[in-house]
């Protein structure tokens, strides 16, 4: 199975910051990742599939780029809606589909 | 809307048969466009891929789950179901169900862009 291997663990952050987080995969996966977003007690949310493309309805400051093992998620501008875990998950090579162990964003 | 329901018992003994089902509603399991999902988060922890299924019933399971796990499909209730046999308490966890798009994402079993709320399920005597 793929391991994929996010970075940091967590992370402290103000309102407007801006804020990246990289996931890496243990093989090339091309562009087949995906990143959501998961608040407390709730499903995660579908942000960005292909690596880079943004699902309907989730705002522009949401960005993602990358291809083979690298990738990055960015938030351009942090809103306080934004505060949750994050999660890639690669779908290059299956079974299994693998995430990523979560990415946590706080309030600083 | 699409809306994806997990139901199904909270509380499973050790060594015993976990079942749950999913029920679909605001569209069509039947339809060539869609796979569902299984997928689970342990308290506190990360999301763990189960397996997922066709209209037709066609499957794929994580392979650390196969020799468990049985996904079907009723496409009459317009439902598809999970049955993990020889729980331990590594199982309790946040089960959810939910969709792919082959026809949005090109991808057969990935990435999930409808989700059910989840059910916890406790494996416990």
């Known amino acids: 199975a793929i391991r994929m291997t996010q970075s940091p663990s967590s992370l402290s952050a103000s309102t407007g910051d801006r804020v990246t987080i990289t996931c890496r995969a243990s093989q090339g996966i091309s562009s087949y990742l995906a990143w959501y977003q998961q608040k407390p007690g709730k499903a995660p949310k579908l942000l960005i599939y292909a690596a880079s493309t943004l699902q309907s309805g989730v705002p522009s400051r949401f960005s993602g780029s990358g291809s083979g093992t690298d990738f990055t998620l960015t938030i351009s501008c942090l809103q306080s809606e934004d505060f949750a875990t994050y999660y890639c998950q690669q779908y290059y090579s299956y079974p299994p589909v693998t995430f990523g162990q979560g990415t946590k964003v706080e309030i600083k | 809307q699409l809306q994806l329901q997990e139901s199904g018992p909270g509380l499973v003994k050790p060594s015993e048969t976990l079942s749950l089902t999913c029920t679909v509603s605001?569209?069509?399991?039947?339809?060539?466009?869609?796979?569902w999902g299984w997928i689970r988060q342990p308290p506190g922890k990360g999301l763990e891929w189960i397996g997922s299924?066709?209209?037709?019933?066609?499957?794929y399971y994580n392979p650390s789950l196969k020799s468990r796990v049985t996904i079907s499909v009723d496409t009459s209730k317009n439902q598809f179901s999970l049955k993990l046999s020889s729980v331990t308490a590594a199982d309790t966890a946040v089960y959810y169900c939910?969709?792919?798009?082959?026809?949005?994402?090109?991808?057969?079993?990935?990435?999930?862009?409808?989700w059910g709320q989840g059910t916890l399920v406790t494996v416990s005597s």
């Open positions: 299924i066709y209209y037709s019933g066609s499957t």
């Open positions: 939910a969709r792919t798009s082959i026809t949005i994402f090109g991808v057969v079993i990935a990435p999930f862009d409808y």
């Open positions: 605001g569209g069509s399991i039947s339809s060539s466009s869609y796979y």
